[in-house]
């Protein structure tokens, strides 16, 4: 079974990204899953149920500032 085009870069693409994962801190690491799952579990509450939580909100806040301080992203106002 020969692979089509677009798998062949897809499998590429995701063997550059495993690569990059592994070199990141663990520090790193928690903050894009911690940013993942507040992410998930927001977008969830907002689909279920229309509404949100204060403590939705409060994870969605320390994911960004972890996000922030992690990867020395800066505000560009």
């Known amino acids: 079974m020969t692979k089509e085009k677009w798998?062949?870069?897809?499998?590429?693409?995701?063997?550059?990204?495993?690569?990059?994962?592994?070199?990141l801190t663990k520090k790193q690491l928690d903050a894009i899953y911690e940013t993942h799952s507040a992410?998930?579990?927001?977008l969830s509450?907002?689909?279920e149920c229309q509404d949100l939580y204060?403590?939705?909100?409060?994870?969605l806040d320390?994911?960004?500032y972890?996000?922030?301080?992690e990867f020395n992203i800066e505000d560009k106002d």
């Open 7 to 23: 798998q062949i870069e897809r499998d590429k693409q995701h063997a550059k990204r495993k690569i990059a994962m592994k070199s």
């Open 39 to 42: 992410l998930r579990e927001t």
């Open 62 to 64: 320390l994911a960004f």
């Open 66 to 69: 972890k996000l922030k301080e």
């Open 45 to 47: 509450m907002l689909l």
């Open 54 to 59: 204060l403590s939705d909100i409060r994870k």
